[in-house]
């Protein structure tokens, strides 16, 4: 099984030190070869998956509604003149949560359910409303930011009943026919007595926010705020709630209703990764760590040359472990108004694998 501290004391060996690390070490940095990883080890891993769709970090989840342009099925209010906060940004008609452990959006996957399609298929087509397939091309999206009040606190106004600890409680949001208010914020609860909840935590919506803040809300929300949903049996339960911001969020807008998105995950456990992107990960922050521990520029560039033909070995051996298919959509089909001439990766391939670590100038 291989550890953090495996990576770090394989690193060092990249520019030639002749000590090793134990995991205590590591974990108080309590020496300059320590400190100097603890630094490095974890950016250096998450840029390095953002290089390539990596099969061991691609993970696929439906996405969390934020708000839709008014008259779609989700938001039956009426119309406005112009574009107002708390819409998607034009030209998009809907927006949901970036994932709380994504690194890269990769694609979103075509889905079959959505309140606009209808009518009689025809091939791959449907007469009277949109496309409606999973094989097609993937949905076109782009990732922006907004701004949201989130929760930062949580107290039990009532503990309901029939809950447990571990559950997991999304609170309410209000109705369609009004502007949304936002993904509402998830709640754990972390004590129940008797299936009364007696303490809860929120669960963090931005990457490595400490404390967390949970939610996307467009205004703080009045107190108490009532159970949505949960993963348990408990109901009844309402809180008071602690607004921070407002702040900017990362989105996902697209004209997709229910979007599912493929990404990178944050995988950070060695034991997950492909062995050659765990080696290119080594060579990488073992070139890294040639500035700060022998101040050798030149060695660290040739480091990082050697590291460079890894991601490059990691790159063709997971490109390899999947099936691609080059589909060319033939003139007949596409003058019917059906064209998959764009790029994309998954059962979709061609998606963009990035470029190489830059040399130190």
């Not at 094989?135 to 782009?142: A, E, R, S």
């Not at 914020?185 to 919506?205: D, E, K, P, R, W």
């Not at 990960?281 to 700060?292: E, H, Y």
């Amino acid at each position: 099984m291989t550890a953090y501290v495996d990576i770090v004391n394989r690193a060092l060996q990249i520019p030639g030190t002749r000590t090793t690390v134990t995991a205590a070490e590591l974990l108080a940095g309590s020496s300059n070869e320590a400190i100097q990883a603890n630094l490095l080890i974890d950016p250096i891993r998450r840029q390095l998956i953002r290089m390539a769709p990596w099969n061991f970090a691609l993970r696929t989840a439906n996405l969390v509604y934020i708000t839709s342009s008014p008259g779609t099925p989700e938001n039956t209010s009426a119309p406005t003149t112009l574009w107002a906060p708390g819409q998607p940004p034009p030209p998009w008609n809907y927006e949901y949560q970036y994932p709380v452990d994504c690194l890269r959006a990769c694609f979103l996957i075509p889905a079959t359910q959505t309140g606009f399609a209808g009518g009689i298929p025809i091939t791959t087509a449907v007469t009277g409303g949109a496309a409606s397939f999973w094989q097609g091309p993937p949905v076109k999206f782009k990732i922006q930011n907004d701004q949201f009040y989130t929760v930062n606190t949580a107290t039990v106004a009532n503990g309901g009943s029939g809950y447990a600890q571990g559950d997991l409680i999304t609170l309410a949001v209000g109705p369609n026919t009004a502007q949304p208010i936002g993904a509402p914020a998830i709640l754990q609860v972390l004590s129940a007595a008797g299936g009364v909840i007696t303490g809860v935590g929120v669960v963090n919506a931005i990457n490595g926010e400490s404390p967390p803040l949970a939610g996307s809300y467009f205004a703080p929300q009045s107190n108490p705020v009532a159970q949505g949903s949960t993963t348990g049996l408990g109901t009844g339960a309402t809180f008071n709630l602690t607004f921070t911001g407002p702040g900017p969020q990362r989105v996902v807008v697209t004209n997709q209703e229910f979007a599912t998105l493929t990404y990178c995950q944050d995988v950070s456990d060695p034991n997950v990764m492909d062995d050659e992107f765990q080696e290119a990960w080594v060579k990488i922050l073992g070139a890294s760590l040639c500035i700060p521990l022998t101040g050798d520029k030149r060695l660290a560039n040739m480091r990082i040359q050697e590291a460079n033909v890894m991601i490059a070995q990691a790159r063709v051996g997971d490109a390899n472990e999947a099936l691609s298919v080059n589909d060319v959509t033939p003139d007949w089909i596409r003058a019917r108004g059906i064209s998959f001439s764009e790029p994309y990766s998954g059962p979709f391939s061609g998606l963009d694998w990035g470029g190489m670590w830059p040399i130190f100038g």
